[in-house]
Every structure is written in structure tokens, then in C-alpha cells.
């Protein structure tokens, strides 16, 4: 079955604080796997993994993909109020369909 | 930039009605795509296209249908509106995913179905 689970399903720091989100997948038709984040509107693109312990980073959010344990990780260092969003995690399908599989996204609230 | 644009942004409907949410494209992408999400479900897919002419069932298709007549557009149909339809409304497009499973997506259309 297609599943995507993230945990936490919401969270609340403070300014400066550093947050890990968890989304694990499972194995079945998986190509790539994929992070948004989404403020009030239309999901925005963060990162796309496929190759298991090679961080990718832009600015203070990092992810990286294990994929013998079938999980990956968002982290944000230092963080803001402007992080406050929810974030998605996706499974890209490997069909010729181009799908993605969402989890049910954690919902961060950055407190001044 | 343009991307990806929904109308209308807002609707409200009766149970019954029916009503067509109209998703356009400027990129040239193949693949189109719409969601729907739903308060602790994350974003579900309803229907997709793989190309103008070309569409496929998602994860939830009941109650709905959509066309591809040309490339730059999606259509989503609702005939006959329920209150569990109720729901934030998403489309996305993405360039050749062979390659890369990255979408792009639209701003939303709320939908309250009385």
C-alpha cells in the first residue's frame, strides 16, 4: 500500500529553536521523495531526495533520505515566526504518472 | 509569473448543484494534477492527466470528473454537489516526470457545499 506518515502532526517552539520533522514511506513504487511547505495557500516546493544520506540545504532548512530505514528528515535551525506553515512530505510514485503521495503534513507554529 | 491559476478562489454551492473548477497552466507542462485537502488528510489525488486528451482516476475520483481538451487546462467537474465535498481544492501541474516527480500547484478554491 501507498503510505506516507509524518509525525509530529503539529508542534509549537519558540524563535531560535531547532526543529526535526519525521516522514517515513513505504518501499512499494517509491522513485523519489519530496518536501513543501504550505502557508495558507498553494503548497511551495522545498526539496526533492532520491539518493539515501546526501543532505540537500538551502539556508536554514536541511533534509536528507535514509532509504533502508524508509524515512527522511526536515530540519530548520534558528528558527522564525516566517517558518510557521505546515509542511508536506510526498512519496513520488515510480509509474509513468508522475503521482505524489502526501502524508498528512505537520503543522509548525513558530512563537516570537 | 503566472504558473498555475485556479478559478474561482471561493464558492459556495447547494447539494445538487453542479459547477466547474477551471485550472490553467503556463509552463508547458505535460501532467496536471487536483487535490483535494481535507483537515488531517493531507492532500488527496482525485484525478490527473498525462497529457491533453489523456486522463486517469486518483486516490478518490468519486463524485467527480474532469477533461484535458487542451494542453494549458484542467477542468474538474462536480455534477451533483454533496456537503462531503466540502473541501480546499488544489491543482498542480509538472514537467516531465520520468525525470523528476516535482509539481508545481495553484492557489487553492474553498468550496462549501451546503
Known amino acids: 500500500e501507498d503510505k506516507v506518515v509524518q509525525s509530529p502532526l503539529s508542534l509549537v517552539v519558540h524563535e531560535g529553536d531547532t526543529v526535526t520533522l519525521n516522514c517515513s514511506y513505504e518501499v512499494t513504487n517509491f522513485r523519489s521523495l519530496l518536501w513543501y511547505k504550505q502557508e495558507k495557500k498553494a503548497p511551495t516546493f522545498l526539496f526533492m531526495l532520491?539518493?539515501?544520506?546526501i543532505e540537500k540545504k538551502s539556508g536554514r532548512l536541511s533534509s536528507i533520505l535514509d532509504k533502508k530505514e524508509l524515512f527522511s528528515i526536515l530540519n530548520i535551525t534558528a528558527t522564525q515566526t516566517g517558518d510557521s506553515a505546515v509542511y508536506l512530505c510526498a512519496k513520488g510514485h515510480s509509474s509513468n504518472t508522475g503521482k505524489l503521495i502526501f502524508g498528512q503534513g505537520t503543522t509548525l507554529q513558530v512563537k516570537p | 509569473n503566472a504558473g498555475v491559476t485556479q478559478t474561482p478562489k471561493f464558492r459556495v454551492l447547494k447539494t445538487g448543484q453542479s459547477m466547474t473548477l477551471l485550472c490553467a497552466q503556463d509552463m508547458n507542462h505535460e501532467y496536471m494534477y487536483w487535490y483535494r485537502q481535507d483537515p488531517g488528510m493531507g492532500l488527496r489525488l482525485i484525478h490527473y492527466s498525462v497529457g491533453e486528451g489523456t486522463t486517469a482516476k486518483g486516490e478518490v475520483p468519486d463524485g467527480y470528473n474532469v477533461s484535458r481538451l487542451k494542453k494549458q487546462n484542467f477542468l474538474l467537474g462536480l455534477e451533483s454537489a454533496a456537503p462531503s465535498q466540502t473541501s480546499v481544492y488544489f491543482c498542480?501541474?509538472?514537467?516531465?516526470?520520468?525525470?523528476?516527480?516535482?509539481?508545481?500547484f495553484g492557489a487553492g478554491t474553498r468550496l462549501s457545499v451546503l
Open positions: 532520491t539518493s539515501s544520506g
Open positions: 498542480a501541474s509538472s514537467p516531465r516526470p520520468l525525470a523528476k516527480n516535482i509539481q508545481y
